[in-house]
């Protein structure tokens, strides 16, 4: 990765993206598959000189990864990658869960039917790739299709809170997706809750959701305990 042309850290990368975002893109992928372990450093001459950039864009770059909830900012030192505790999990997990709940009533009441063919075809992205494709690519493809869910509820403030609480949650909840061992039965809620949702039908996409998201916090106590679920 090079920063030749920077332009205060803000010049294009390959394929239109900026540069912090394209290291933000390599440090996300590293972070997510364990090469930086939780609780490290992220050091900035170290990062820069190993992905060939200015220290400018990776500053950057973190903090990038900071609003995701993967990075945690210290004053005066380096920042570290977040280690989040079952307890702090667990308790985030239930936010969410009520965010997720309150956006799926929301888009049965007012999405587009754009809107709707939008989250469905990511649900089908999921499912062909999950199996063969990229991890991280993967994982963010369902991720994008729960945001969309929440976004097609129209609801701004909720909106703005789920992403806050998924992107915190980012990092544990890839971590417990990839020892999942129950992809048949989330693979059926997405497509439970993507029919009840172009059906318009909340008490069906409130059950399909439910059981989703009892899955997510199944897979969570199994990676706090160190053993598939």
């Not at 939008?118 to 999950?130: F, K, M, P, T, Y």
Request: overall charge negative; charged content about 25%; some cysteine.
């Amino acid at each position: 990765m090079s920063d030749a042309p920077e332009a205060g850290g803000q010049a294009p990368a390959e394929g239109g993206t900026t540069i912090p975002a394209a290291i933000a893109d390599q440090l996300r992928r590293e972070i997510l598959t364990g090469a930086i372990l939780p609780g490290s450093p992220i050091k900035e001459r170290d990062h820069a000189e190993r992905l060939g950039v200015s220290r400018t864009p990776l500053r950057e770059a973190v903090r990038i990864l900071a609003q995701e909830g993967l990075v945690t900012l210290r004053p005066l030192r380096s920042p570290l990658v977040t280690d989040m505790s079952r307890a702090e999990a667990m308790d985030e997990v239930a936010v969410l869960r009520l965010l997720e709940l309150a956006g799926g009533e929301l888009a049965c009441l007012h999405a587009t039917e754009a809107e709707i063919a939008g989250i469905a075809a990511l649900a089908r992205q999921v499912e062909d790739s999950h199996a063969t494709g990229d991890k991280v690519e993967v994982f963010d493809l369902d991720m994008a299709m729960h945001r969309a869910i929440v976004a097609a509820g129209h609801n701004g403030a909720l909106s703005r809170s789920y992403d806050e609480y998924l992107s915190r949650l980012w990092r544990i909840r890839f971590l417990s997706a990839r020892l999942r061992s129950d992809a048949a039965q989330v693979l059926a809620a997405h497509r439970g809750m993507t029919g009840a949702l172009a059906a318009r039908d909340w008490p069906a996409m409130r059950s399909h959701m439910e059981t989703h998201l009892d899955g997510l916090v199944r897979n969570l106590e199994a990676h706090f305990a160190g053993q598939e679920p």
